[in-house]
């Protein structure tokens, strides 16, 4: 009875173990069909729907080592490839803005304080600060590290406490008004009345000069807004016409950045993967 029982249960460990290896052949089929899917997409440069395939090589089969290898060693000659395409792209499209911007900078003024400032600007001439003291005004700039800022100057008696900046083109018929309402940072000073500067950074500088530059031909008031609305004036004709520039410098300039940056990281990679395959060999 006890050698039948010992029998019984070596039959059964046989049949588990072949089941096993049943699942595991079956499984590593499996993986390696995604490895050979992802092979033939690279093939025809579909290199997204190739890295979904070694993805699930990685979620699917945990256990099949050498598929996850070849999908690992996949993986990495995709991100090589990819690499050298967005590294031609992206140099190419670079050469045809830097053009662009050189000739728009001309229409502007390099100014920077050496005693304590990291980065200059790129101010058009009518903004300068120099030509617009004990008035309130919006100042535009781009910064040599590709940022774009707008600043709201306010003069006045009384301190304005300035907490935003509106722009808005006056109704006409019952129309809806455009505007846009920004707040940014405020610094205040007295000097024979009070100067306020709020500035705006990127994003809301460059949505405050996107609305200028689509309402250009437009009356466009702007208010200084604090406790209460302290001060309202309408920008010149020369006033949009400069902000208007800055806001095409601006996206160049933003433009030029992320593709520098996406050179500078191409590089990287391409450099590293170089690298580690020479020292294979």
């Known amino acids: 009875?006890?050698?039948?029982?010992?029998?019984?249960?070596?039959?059964?460990?046989?049949?588990?173990?072949?089941?096993?290896?049943?699942?595991?052949?079956?499984?590593?089929?499996?993986?390696?069909?995604?490895?050979?899917?992802?092979?033939?997409?690279?093939?025809?440069?579909?290199?997204?729907?190739?890295?979904?395939?070694?993805?699930?090589?990685?979620?699917?089969?945990?256990?099949?080592?050498?598929?996850?290898?070849?999908?690992?060693?996949?993986?990495?000659?995709?991100?090589?490839?990819?690499?050298?395409?967005?590294?031609?792209?992206?140099d190419s499209l670079l050469q045809t803005l830097i053009p662009q911007s050189d000739e728009l900078l001309k229409a502007f003024r390099y100014e920077k304080a050496d005693a304590y400032e990291d980065h200059g600007h790129y101010v058009y001439r009518s903004l300068q600060t120099g030509w617009n003291t004990n008035r309130c005004f919006l100042q535009a700039y781009v910064t040599d590290d590709r940022q774009t800022f707008v600043k709201s100057y306010y003069y006045g008696a009384k301190q304005a406490h300035q907490q935003a900046v509106r722009l808005e083109v006056p109704a006409k018929y019952g129309e809806t008004i455009p505007r846009v309402e920004l707040s940014g940072e405020n610094h205040a000073f007295e000097v024979e009345g009070w100067h306020e500067i709020l500035t705006l950074t990127d994003d809301p500088a460059l949505e405050i000069l996107n609305f200028v530059s689509s309402h250009v031909t437009d009356k466009i008031k702007v208010s200084v807004i604090g406790d209460k609305p302290q001060a309202v004036y309408f920008l010149s004709d020369s006033e949009k016409e400069a902000l208007d520039k800055t806001y095409a410098l601006g996206l160049l300039m933003r433009d030029i950045n992320r593709l520098e940056q996406q050179i500078r990281l191409a590089s990287k990679r391409i450099e590293h993967f170089e690298t580690r395959r020479q020292t294979a060999d």
Not at 14 to 19: P, R
């Open 1 to 90: 009875m006890v050698s039948t029982s010992r029998h019984i249960t070596f039959l059964l460990c046989l049949l588990a173990l072949g089941l096993v290896s049943c699942a595991s052949h079956k499984d590593e089929r499996a993986a390696q069909a995604f490895v050979d899917n992802a092979s033939s997409l690279v093939q025809q440069q579909r290199y997204e729907a190739a890295l979904r395939q070694l993805d699930s090589v990685h979620a699917l089969y945990p256990k099949q080592v050498a598929q996850r290898r070849q999908a690992k060693a996949l993986h990495d000659s995709i991100v090589y490839l990819q690499s050298k395409q967005t590294l031609a792209y992206s």
